[in-house]
Structure formats: C-alpha cells, structure tokens
C-alpha cells in the first residue's frame, strides 16, 4: 500500500497558495472522472483497469511462459512510452544477476549505431556450449513509424530472417494500433503475432497494456498481481483520492511558488527505472505552453554524490521526491573483522538497508535545512502488487496534476517538432 507524506513540502507554502491550488486539483480530478477535460478521448487507462481483460492478461502470461521456456534472449524493441514502464518494472522485481530465464535486451530506443551493431554481433554469437542463441523480439509502436523503433527493427529482424528461416514467425512479436501505421501491413504480410494498444491509451500511459505487459511477462513477473495492483488503488482512488489531490494541490503551489525542478530520488539503484518512467510520465504530460517542473531522476546516494551539492546549495528551485520502500529486501549486513583496519566495526551487525535508510534520513534533515521541500511516497516492500499501486498513483497524478496547471496531460505536440526537422534534413518524402 502506498503512503505519501508531505508535511516537509507543505511546510514551505502558506495557506492561502495551497487552499487556491487545492481547488484547481479537485477541478482537475472531476475533470477527468467526467471526461470533460482536454484530451479526454485518451481516458482508456482508466477504463482498462475498470474492466479488466482477464482473457488477455491469461494470454500475455500463457506466450510469455512458452518464450521463457524456449528463449535466451528476448529483445524489446520501441521508445519512449513503448518501453519505459515494461524497463521500469523489470528493473524493480528482478535480480540484478540474472540467473533463469531469457536475456532482456533493448533496442529501437535511440538511433546509436554502435550499439545496434555491437547488438547484432552479440545476437549471432553462439551461446558458450557453440549452440545457436535463441532470440524472440517484440517491436513495440503505437504509430508503427517511429524511426528509431522501425530502424533498429529492420536491421534486427533481417539477423533473425537469416538465422531461422524455417520459425521466424513465431520469433517475432508485435504490438501496435488496431489499424493504420507502417507495421500493420508487415504483420499481415508476415503473419506476425499481434497485441493490440487500445486506441485511447496513449503511449506513456500504457505500461499495463500488451505494451509493458508481455516483456514484464517474459521477464518472470506475475502480471496478474501487479495490474490488479493498479486495480485496487483504482478502486481505492475512485472512492477517496485526498492522497492524489494533496499530492496535486502541492505540486501545483510549488509551481505557482517559481519552483522549476522535481529530482525523483530513490535509495536502492533497481528504482531508478522507475524514476525514469515517472519522468516520462510527468514530463511528456506537463511541460506545455511554457509550464510544468522539469522532472530529474536520480539514485541516491550515487547521485548525492554528484547532484546533492547542487541540491543544497545551488539555486533554490529544486524539489525532491523520494521514492521509499520501507522493509528491507536484502538480508545483507556488515561483518566484523578482526583488526577493524578499515574502521567500520562501528557499524557491524547493522543490515544495509538500516545503513542506507539512515542516509535518507541524514538527506532529508540536510536538505531541508538547505530548504528544499520534500515529498516521500512509500510502499512497504517491493512486489508486484505494490509496484501496481505506484504505476496507477503516478497515472491519476499526472492527470489530476496537469489539469490543475490547466494543460492537456495526453498530447505531445513539442515531440512532433524534431521529427519534422529531421525527416526534412533526411529528405523523407511526404
Ligand atoms: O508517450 C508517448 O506517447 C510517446 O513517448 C511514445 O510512446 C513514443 O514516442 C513512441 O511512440 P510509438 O509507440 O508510436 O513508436
């Protein structure tokens, strides 16, 4: 279950700018309950966790199962919100040394050229017993034309032709629109597996569709606990969302306040993914018509120890959001050691995750003190369940919280920009 605690952020606003903001967020919530605000035909990731397609998240699970099985590796292919929140989860609930189950690589999520080539060469080597790897790609592309996506795709897929003439088909996984784009006509040519993005759920918002669901799948994770997860704070957030509007209402002050910077931080590395897709999330959603706060990921204390002299003492315009998990889910603990040589007996005994937990709370003292407000939003162990939860909490945010500034959470019109410019410059016709 989450819990949000924002006492240290309030505590820099006075009422009158926090009572003003409050109102915008309860206005944006009922905005977005009665699809009457901007974008509202983009609601679906809602109405998905409304009604959940049981048959499809049996499916997902059932060709993910028979991936695993056969799989050394398993290639995600898309950008952006076509593979953010799958990378997110999968870093979260799964060991940093994989031993069972496929590789996860990633592709289509920029236009390196060094990387894709290191990749092929990768694909072709054989495994270390000289057996042929087993490769599986799913391309991920709502439009179906996104360059970087198709390109590393074509380049991928042209490997896989060679190396399997006979079972490439059922190697090849594609997820898309119903209808239009560049990959539909291929998929009905080839025969390709399809899944489908229901057409109103739009890229960043659509991690628990066959989106973020089928490589989460194939990466081991329960998927039926983590989107009843998101379901229950459906349910939860339907009845009572004080949480989501405080949380709203705050960032909307601290906005009107001249703050321009949310550094999303967690304590443990596997959740920086996570920051990764709640910058998205946020970022794609609220920075129009020359408003929002720019969203920063960081890793604490990796990170304290480039960015946390900016943050204590740089130009005041920095809010933290600490991303917590409160049990430990490592047993680790310090050792004695005879001689004590590198003088850290003092902490013998002690688990890391006490250790690491007191470095939060020594950030959260300093910082404040440097005046930073400070938001913490919790879970108590790291599951999937819980992962759920924090996937639909930062859904409902973004929407109540973009709406309260006024903007369309669900359009990216700024995006389109580079693509004119670079397709020009690469004299693409049409
Ligand atoms: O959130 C979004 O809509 C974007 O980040 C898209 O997910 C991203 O641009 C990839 O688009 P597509 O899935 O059409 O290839």
Excluded at 166 to 195: H, M, W
Excluded at 200 to 214: M, N
Excluded at 358 to 377: F, K, M, Q, W, Y
Aim: proline residues 3%.
């Amino acid at each position: 279950m989450i819990k949000s605690d924002i006492r240290i952020a309030r505590s820099f606003l006075n009422d009158e700018v926090y009572i003003k903001s409050r109102s915008k967020a309860d206005l944006g919530l009922e905005q977005l309950k009665s699809k009457t605000g901007p974008g509202s035909e983009w609601l679906g990731w809602r109405d998905i966790l409304a009604k959940p397609n049981d048959a499809e998240l049996e499916e997902i699970s059932q060709l993910a199962t028979k991936i695993r099985q056969d799989a050394d590796i398993f290639i995600v292919c898309g950008i952006g919100g076509s593979y953010l929140g799958a990378k997110a989860v999968i870093d979260a609930l799964t060991p940093h040394f994989r031993a069972n189950g496929p590789e996860i690589l990633y592709a289509g999520h920029h236009m390196g050229g060094k990387y894709l080539e290191e990749l092929i060469a990768y694909l072709k080597a054989p495994n270390s017993d000289g057996s042929k790897k087993s490769i599986y790609i799913n391309v991920i592309s709502k439009s179906g034309s996104t360059l970087e996506t198709a390109l590393s795709f074509r380049a991928i897929r042209e490997v896989m032709e060679e190396m399997y003439a006979e079972d490439v088909i059922k190697r090849i996984i594609c997820t898309t629109s119903k209808e239009g784009g560049i990959l539909n006509p291929q998929i009905e040519a080839k025969k390709y597996k399809k899944f489908i993005i229901p057409d109103d759920v739009g890229g960043r918002f659509s991690v628990l569709t066959p989106v973020g669901l089928l490589p989460i799948a194939v990466a081991g994770i329960d998927i039926k606990t983590l989107f009843y997860g998101a379901v229950s704070a459906y349910n939860r957030f339907e009845d009572d969302a004080e949480e989501i509007l405080e949380y709203a209402a705050l960032r909307n002050a601290l906005h009107e306040e001249g703050y321009t910077i949310d550094v999303f931080a967690c304590f443990e590395p596997e959740l920086k993914s996570l920051g990764g897709w709640i910058q998205q999330l946020l970022g794609e959603s609220e920075g129009k018509e020359g408003k929002g706060i720019f969203p920063a990921v960081a890793a604490y204390s990796t990170d304290l120890h480039s960015l946390g002299q900016f943050i204590q003492q740089g130009q005041r315009s920095v809010i933290e959001t600490f991303i917590i998990v409160e049990k430990p889910f490592s047993k680790l603990k310090v050792s004695e050691i005879d001689g004590n040589d590198d003088k850290l007996n003092y902490l013998a005994g002690k688990s890391f995750h006490e250790i690491n937990n007191s470095a939060r709370l020594g950030t959260t003292e300093a910082h404040h003190e440097g005046d930073v407000p400070i938001l913490n939003i919790s879970i108590d162990t790291l599951n999937e369940e819980n992962i759920g939860e924090l996937i639909y909490f930062f859904e409902l945010l973004t929407g109540v919280f973009v709406y309260s500034l006024g903007v369309n959470p669900f359009n990216q019109p700024g995006v389109e920009d580079y693509k004119k410019a670079m397709y020009r410059l690469l004299g693409k016709e049409g």
